[in-house]
């Protein structure tokens, strides 16, 4: 599968942002999907997942009620919708897709296909 996200931006704490997730390449219905984000100098870490039919969401709790991430798989996308952002929010977003099959997601998935990134800096 290929992904490409987009819709980051510099944006001010407080502020919002909704970053897009394409994917193509096979039948985004047969997987979960989620974001990740990497920081300066950090690991990268596990933000949001959505089952294959959007019935299932998870969230970091860092993002919890904060972030919300949806799908809609007649268009092959994922949204992850952001507010409230904070400074700690800064990161590359990376979209990610587990092998077909895993409809759900469980800690420690292992997603083998992900996006370029798409920068999110938050300021004060």
């Known amino acids: 599968v290929q992904l490409v996200e987009s819709g980051g931006a510099p944006v001010q704490a407080g502020g919002s942002l909704r970053l897009s997730c394409s994917a193509s390449?096979?039948?985004?219905?047969?997987?979960?999907m989620g974001w990740f984000r990497q920081a300066p100098g950090k690991a990268r870490e596990f933000v949001a997942a959505?089952?294959?039919?959007?019935?299932?969401?998870y969230y970091a709790d860092s993002v919890k009620g904060r972030f919300t991430i949806s799908r809609d798989n007649a268009k092959s996308m994922v949204w992850l919708q952001m507010n409230s952002l904070k400074v700690d929010d800064t990161a590359v977003y990376y979209c990610?897709?587990?092998?077909?099959?895993?409809?759900?997601?469980?800690?420690?998935?292992?997603?083998?296909?992900w996006g370029q990134g798409t920068q999110v800096t938050v300021s004060s």
């Open positions: 390449g096979r039948n985004v219905e047969h997987y979960a």
């Open positions: 990610a897709a587990p092998r077909e099959g895993y409809y759900y997601y469980v800690p420690g998935l292992d997603f083998p296909s």
């Open positions: 959505i089952s294959w039919n959007g019935g299932n969401t």
